[in-house]
């Protein structure tokens, strides 16, 4: 079943401004990350939010977390025509029988930073 | 270090064909897992695996077995394949649980015509 949903399905802007995509879950959470999928390549970890945390900082990235919404956002900062890429949330959640931890990934915000 | 290491890239297959999609993973991690991506889908867990000879099922898991008899390898088997499971399959593995930072493969291409 599908737990993060990011917002928007697609973006599109110009080299140097800011990105921001958001993401949605429905249950309670351990931890929510953040990944990166260049085409045709497989998807690489960009940063993790406990759920105790608020606000997280990687580079040019900043993740926000808002367990009362149970929502996140992604905010990439000085885009750049390199950060074209689809970005995923996915979300640790314990499975039905409460004990392994597994993620759940929603379907991914396309992003395209135009030079 | 060469991390996830998914072979092979590209596959084509029969209808009722079988064929093991082979992953190795070099960190020493005891955490493994099996995904699916389809368009507009996401990523959809298959299998997965908490150490040697330690396997269970995620959310698609018909018509794929696995198993895990070394650290390194965990390979995915398509019994009987059918064009449903066209589809792109990336193996991931993790350090300190299935809930922490994942890493990906390349990703295997496989059309079941």
């Known amino acids: 079943s599908q737990q993060g949903e990011e917002d928007p399905q697609a973006l599109s802007i110009q080299e140097g401004e800011n990105a921001t995509m958001n993401c949605s879950y429905k249950?309670?959470?351990?931890?929510l990350q953040w990944y990166r999928q260049n085409s045709g390549r497989g998807l690489v970890h960009l940063i993790l939010?406990?759920?105790?945390?608020r606000e997280k900082h990687s580079g040019r990235l900043r993740v926000t977390l808002d367990t009362s919404k149970k929502s996140s956002s992604l905010l990439i900062t000085a885009s750049r025509a390199a950060d074209t890429a689809s970005y995923f949330c996915?979300?640790?959640?314990?499975?039905?029988?409460?004990?392994?931890?597994?993620?759940?990934f929603g379907k991914g915000t396309l992003l395209t930073v135009n030079p | 270090n060469a991390g996830v290491t998914q072979t092979p890239k590209f596959q084509v297959l029969k209808t009722g064909q079988s064929m093991t999609l082979q992953c190795a993973q070099d960190m020493n991690h005891e955490y493994m897992s099996w995904y699916r991506q389809d368009p507009g889908m996401g990523l959809r867990l298959i299998h997965y695996s908490v150490g040697a000879g330690i396997t269970d099922q995620g959310e698609v898991p018909n018509g794929y077995n696995v198993s895990r008899s070394t650290t390194e390898d965990f390979p995915l088997r398509l019994l009987s394949a059918a064009p449903s499971q066209t589809s792109v399959y990336f193996c991931?593995?993790?350090?300190?649980?299935?809930?922490?930072?994942?890493?990906f493969g390349q990703g295997t291409r496989l059309t079941v015509v």
């Open positions: 996915a979300t640790s959640e314990k499975n039905s029988g409460g004990s392994n931890y597994k993620l759940t």
């Open positions: 939010i406990r759920s105790n945390e």
């Open positions: 991931a593995s993790s350090y300190r649980g299935l809930h922490t930072e994942a890493f």
């Open positions: 249950t309670s959470i351990n931890n």
